[in-house]
């Protein structure tokens, strides 16, 4: 039940993170909610189809679903408000937010099922970040593909850290709690400092 609600939060958050964005600005009730349906299951659709599972999450559970739906349905309306807000920093955390629970997440799930440890961090990254990339390709936005910004490490290294705790049998609660926070507070470091790649790992 506790995992079922941490999921809908970030279901929640990856929607409102889409929506509010001011790319949006312009464009009509029905084209914002399936972004932000999109951005909200996208990672999680992929994942499934990777896995070749019987049934795609949302299909499975139709709360996840709706949720992303009435997320980007009141998301819309609350867009305005939320730009006086000076949201574009709520954007950030719900992003952090929404990237951190959800690939960690999905890697403990995995790790459960007893998955390999490279499986369960790359299915636990696709989750978090695929979602993103699909929103920033349909909003005609930089992708992590086109910049140079730590986007994808801070899960990558997050989800090995809870594998690194799962093998020293730490509590998988405290192992959970301490890989999300680590994500939050190394992305919004990042992007506080603007941290990107040196020029020496680019490729030339």
């Keep these: 039940m506790l995992i079922h609600t941490i999921e809908i939060i970030c279901i929640v958050a990856f929607a409102l993170s889409a929506v509010i964005s001011e790319a949006n600005i312009g464009k009509d009730i029905v084209s914002v909610m399936v972004l932000g349906w999109i951005t909200a299951l996208g990672g999680g659709t992929v994942r499934d189809i990777i896995l070749s599972t019987d049934q795609v999450f949302w299909i499975r559970d139709p709360s996840y679903f709706w949720t992303a739906l009435l997320a980007s349905f009141f998301g819309f309306f609350l867009a305005p ?3 006086q807000l000076k949201a574009e920093r709520l954007i950030v955390v719900l992003d952090a937010i929404g990237i951190a629970m959800f690939s960690v997440l999905v890697t403990k799930n995995m790790v459960a099922e007893h998955y390999a440890g490279y499986v369960a961090v790359t299915m636990g990254m696709i989750t978090a970040i695929f979602g993103g990339v699909l929103r920033d390709v349909i909003l005609a936005r930089p992708t ?35 890989s999300i926070s680590f994500i939050i507070i190394l992305r919004m470091y990042i992007v506080i400092k603007k941290i990107t790649f040196p020029n020496w790992l680019l490729l030339k």
């Design 81 to 83: 408000h939320l730009r």
């Design 144 to 178: 992590m593909f086109n910049n140079t910004e730590f986007y994808a490490s801070p899960v990558i290294i997050g989800c090995y850290l809870y594998i690194l705790q799962a093998k020293f049998s730490i509590n998988p609660n405290i192992a959970t709690l301490t």
